[in-house]
């Protein structure tokens, strides 16, 4: 039986900072320099927030972490130019390859627009195929900490027969 995922804020969820400091530093801050009280504070922070960066979204399924995303103002220090930044996708490997992944984009993407943002960025070493299937585009080719990399943009797009009507 395929589990329930509900995509929750983690201020609402605040328990699972743990959890998210703990995937985040482990696969990718550790090796980037941060250390864990850093990440783990970067968590704190973003549970407080509902209005404002830095964000972060859980999946969670049966009342457990299956995966979270990160929106950031900034994620890849070579280009503090662009703004805001999502970060730190990560699906737990008991969950991967059934959409749990391409629910946290999504949801990250309408709270980006809710919030008045009209365009995203990423950095990804081998996810580019995923992102590029959701309309983002690579904009450039980079280094980063972890080897070559993408750096992927997404413009925010609301569709006018969906969205807000003037009035």
């Known amino acids: 039986m395929t589990a329930k995922i509900a995509i929750e804020p983690l ?3 605040p328990e699972m900072i743990p959890v998210c400091a703990s ?14 009280e850093e990440t783990n504070r970067l968590f704190c922070d973003a549970a407080n927030e509902t209005s404002s960066l830095p964000l972060t979204f859980v999946a ?3 009342g457990k972490p299956a995966g ?3 929106l950031r103002e900034d994620d890849f220090k070579e280009r503090t130019d662009l703004s805001p930044w999502v970060a730190s996708l990560y699906v737990h490997p008991s969950h991967r390859n059934k959409g749990i992944g391409l629910l946290l984009i999504a949801k990250l993407e309408v709270e980006a627009e809710r919030l008045g943002y009209k365009r995203l960025y990423l950095t990804t ?9 959701n309309g983002w585009q690579e904009i450039d080719r980079v280094r980063t900490p972890f080897g070559d990399a993408s750096l992927m943009a997404r413009d925010l797009r609301r569709d006018p027969l969906v969205g807000p009507q003037a009035g």
């Open 11 to 13: 201020n609402a969820c």
């Open 23 to 36: 995937w985040t530093f482990g696969h990718w801050d550790c090796q980037a320099g941060t250390t864990f």
């Open 60 to 62: 969670v399924a049966d």
């Open 68 to 70: 979270m995303i990160s």
């Open 125 to 133: 070493e081998d996810s580019k195929s995923l992102y590029e299937k």
